[in-house]
């Protein structure tokens, strides 16, 4: 009785530590993006609709950028462990990039961004779930 009693402890336990530890759920949804400049401007601000699945990240950006303009389109990436990367010109585009960096938290994720083909000085980037 004892060694059956104690097989289900250890079993509870393993189960328990082999789930989320960090409680961080899959990118899935509309998410609230804001890029700021190292100087504390916000150079971007919009949204993000992400769909993980088991082979990465799909979906679409629709940025507003300061002082005027507009992105819109087509975004992949991926997620691995803690850590995503978004990249919101996907193609074969070797000379134009736009990434976007992080680590996940239980509402988003918070990290960096990286426009290639232009210089607006580095930043940060947070999104949050709508």
Same mark, same amino acid.
């Given at each position: 009785?004892?060694? &059956?009693? #104690? ?5 509870? =336990?393993?189960?328990? =530590? ?11 949804? &509309?998410?609230?993006?804001?890029? +700021? &400049? ?10 993000l ?8 990240? !799909?979906?679409?950006?629709?940025? !507003? ?5 507009? !992105? ?5 990436? &991926? +997620? =691995?462990?803690?850590?995503?990367s ?6 074969? !585009? %070797? ?7 992080? =680590?996940?938290?239980?509402?988003g ?11 607006? #000085?580095?930043?940060? %980037? ?5």
């Open positions: 009785m004892l060694t &059956r009693l #104690a097989f289900l402890v250890i079993a509870t =336990a393993l189960a328990a =530590a082999c789930g989320e530890a960090t409680g961080l759920g899959p990118l899935n949804g &509309r998410y609230t993006v804001t890029g +700021v &400049r190292s100087t504390g401007d916000t150079l971007f601000s919009g949204t609709d992400l769909t993980q699945t088991f082979a990465g990240v !799909r979906g679409s950006a629709d940025l !507003r950028w300061y002082p005027s303009g507009t !992105r819109t389109g087509p975004l992949e990436g &991926r +997620v =691995a462990g803690d850590s995503v978004l990249n919101l010109e996907p193609g074969n !585009r %070797v000379d134009v990039w736009f990434f976007l960096n992080g =680590a996940l938290t239980p509402d994720f918070t990290g960096t961004w990286n426009i290639g083909n232009a210089y607006y #000085a580095p930043g940060t %980037v947070t999104a949050h779930r709508s």
